[in-house]
């Protein structure tokens, strides 16, 4: 693939509102588990766009299912059904525990809804009950109620007033959850793996003690897979590692590979909204649900979750003999996402030196100062594993000899 180069300068980056810092390069073109600059330099990317792209770049599915849907139908109005939108939304409840599906354009906006069923349901069912309590540094999103709902630490001051309603209970420990529990207690919500937290597991123990809490007190039980859903931690969906049945759930990021789509899905007897409770001009747009059917199918073809395991146990390998060669914390996570623990804030520092790594660079993210997230593409090869293993060796022992 040759890209033609153009200098950085040329890019009108000055209109851009700041919102984080970001290299000088400008990112022109992709291929699976590529990315390609201005420069015609090449990246192995192992962000994907946060868990976004979970077919990798320009996937031929989604691609042949965006063309296609672009010259039948893009938006009809969501006063409407769709062919795409209900295709998609069968798909969904067919591999799920769930039975209903309300289409959004974001995770946030799906987690916004989610808020909004719950304190709907709490009005009808649980004399007005509205507060959900969610978990120190979960994070559910960049709206006000979402950052509200989130226990990111610092998040309570950017934007104050939060949205109340949103008590904090610590992961893992089953009594401070249960200590928050009150008569205006309408939900818990939580992530089954913390991915900004710093990809931190909920214990198997915990998920299942909170889903007999919440049933024992008539609450729902939400959990956010906008991170670890569609596949990510080789099962279709996060929850099914635990055995559970929740009451409602979110997706986002993979679910449509790329482009702008999410979902809120529940259960037969939570499905409360009534006409003008909940709407949004693009939501269950045909063109973004023809792609999302094409990443479902993908997803669910025979064999794809196996190798999403496979890789995931690769991709674990490679960390643990890692950090027993260079002393390191160990790794965490749960099929393609995972952490490895660096014990000491070195991560920012080896995230900027893999991207500028010649004359291939390397994508990598640190979640916390002390970290490094991996976040492939699900279809990565097992060549390509090995070689961030390769880059990322060289990359430790560099900065074993700077020490």
Same mark, same amino acid.
């Given at each position: 693939?040759?890209?033609?180069?153009?200098?950085?300068?040329?890019?009108?980056?000055?209109?851009?509102?700041?919102?984080?810092?970001?290299?000088?390069?400008?990112?022109?073109?992709?291929?699976?588990?590529?990315?390609?600059?201005?420069?015609?330099?090449?990246?192995?990317?192992?962000?994907?766009?946060?868990?976004?792209?979970?077919?990798?770049?320009?996937?031929?599915?989604?691609?042949?299912?965006?063309?296609?849907?672009?010259?039948?139908?893009?938006?009809?109005?969501?006063?409407?059904?769709?062919?795409?939108?209900?295709?998609?939304?069968?798909?969904?409840?067919?591999?799920?525990?769930?039975?209903?599906?309300?289409?959004?354009?974001?995770?946030?906006?799906?987690?916004?809804?989610?808020?909004?069923?719950?304190?709907?349901?709490?009005?009808?069912?649980?004399?007005?009950?509205?507060?959900?309590?969610?978990?120190?540094?979960?994070?559910?999103?960049?709206?006000?109620?979402?950052?509200?709902?989130?226990?990111?630490?610092?998040?309570?001051?950017?934007?104050?007033?939060?949205?109340?309603?949103?008590?904090?209970?610590?992961?893992?420990?089953?009594?401070?959850?249960?200590?928050?529990?009150?008569?205006?207690?309408?939900?818990?919500?939580?992530?089954?793996?913390?991915?900004?937290?710093?990809?931190?597991?909920?214990?198997?123990?915990?998920?299942?003690?909170?889903?007999?809490?919440?049933?024992?007190?008539?609450?729902?039980?939400?959990?956010?897979?906008?991170?670890?859903?569609?596949?990510?931690?080789?099962?279709?969906?996060?929850?099914?590692?635990?055995?559970?049945?929740?009451?409602?759930?979110?997706?986002?990021?993979?679910?449509?590979?790329?482009?702008?789509?999410?979902?809120?899905?529940?259960?037969?007897?939570?499905?409360?909204?009534?006409?003008?409770?909940?709407?949004?001009?693009?939501?269950?747009?045909?063109?973004?649900?023809?792609?999302?059917?094409?990443?479902?199918?993908?997803?669910?073809?025979?064999?794809?979750?196996?190798?999403?395991?496979?890789?995931?146990?690769?991709?674990?390998?490679? *960390?643990?003999?890692?950090?027993? &060669?260079?002393?390191?914390? !160990?790794?965490?996570?749960? #099929? $393609? %996402?995972?952490? @490895?623990?660096?014990?000491?804030?070195?991560?920012?520092?080896?995230?900027?030196?893999?991207?500028?790594?010649?004359?291939?660079?390397?994508?990598?993210?640190?979640?916390?100062?002390?970290?490094?997230?991996?976040?492939?593409? *699900?279809?990565?090869?097992?060549? &390509?594993?090995?070689?961030? !293993?390769?880059?990322?060796? #060289? $990359? %430790?022992?560099? @900065?074993?000899?700077?020490?």
């Amino acid at each position: 693939m040759t890209v033609p180069t153009q200098p950085f300068s040329s890019y009108d980056i000055d209109s851009l509102m700041f919102i984080t810092r970001r290299p000088d390069i400008v990112f022109v073109e992709g291929q699976g588990s590529w990315l390609i600059d201005n420069n015609g330099k090449r990246y192995l990317d192992f962000l994907q766009g946060w868990a976004v792209n979970a077919l990798g770049h320009a996937n031929p599915g989604m691609l042949a299912a965006l063309e296609q849907q672009a010259r039948r139908l893009i938006n009809p109005s969501p006063a409407f059904y769709n062919d795409q939108m209900a295709k998609l939304a069968g798909l969904l409840t067919q591999h799920s525990v769930f039975d209903k599906v309300f289409f959004t354009n974001s995770g946030a906006e799906a987690n916004e809804g989610a808020i909004k069923l719950a304190r709907k349901w709490g009005r009808l069912k649980k004399k007005g009950a509205y507060q959900i309590i969610t978990m120190d540094h979960s994070f559910h999103g960049r709206t006000i109620a979402t950052m509200s709902a989130s226990g990111k630490p610092g998040w309570d001051t950017i934007y104050a007033p939060q949205v109340p309603g949103f008590p904090k209970a610590k992961l893992n420990d089953i009594g401070s959850a249960e200590r928050l529990i009150g008569e205006e207690t309408v939900a818990v919500m939580l992530e089954p793996i913390q991915g900004e937290g710093g990809v931190i597991p909920v214990t198997h123990e915990f998920m299942r003690e909170l889903r007999e809490l919440t049933q024992k007190h008539g609450l729902l039980l939400i959990v956010d897979e906008v991170q670890t859903g569609c596949g990510r931690t080789g099962k279709l969906f996060g929850y099914e590692h635990f055995g559970i049945t929740p009451d409602i759930m979110t997706l986002g990021k993979g679910i449509g590979g790329g482009v702008p789509l999410a979902a809120l899905l529940c259960r037969e007897e939570f499905a409360v909204f009534e006409a003008g409770d909940q709407g949004g001009t693009y939501n269950g747009n045909p063109l973004m649900c023809a792609v999302g059917v094409s990443v479902i199918e993908q997803l669910t073809a025979p064999g794809f979750l196996e190798s999403v395991q496979a890789r995931g146990k690769q991709l674990q390998t490679i *960390l643990l003999k890692m950090s027993a &060669e260079f002393g390191l914390q !160990g790794e965490r996570g749960d #099929g $393609l %996402l995972r952490a @490895l623990l660096l014990g000491r804030d070195v991560g920012v520092q080896i995230v900027d030196e893999a991207r500028e790594l010649s004359p291939e660079g390397l994508l990598l993210n640190a979640a916390k100062p002390d970290l490094l997230r991996f976040m492939p593409a *699900l279809n990565i090869s097992a060549e &390509e594993m090995d070689k961030m !293993g390769a880059m990322l060796h #060289g $990359l %430790l022992l560099k @900065l074993a000899v700077n020490a």
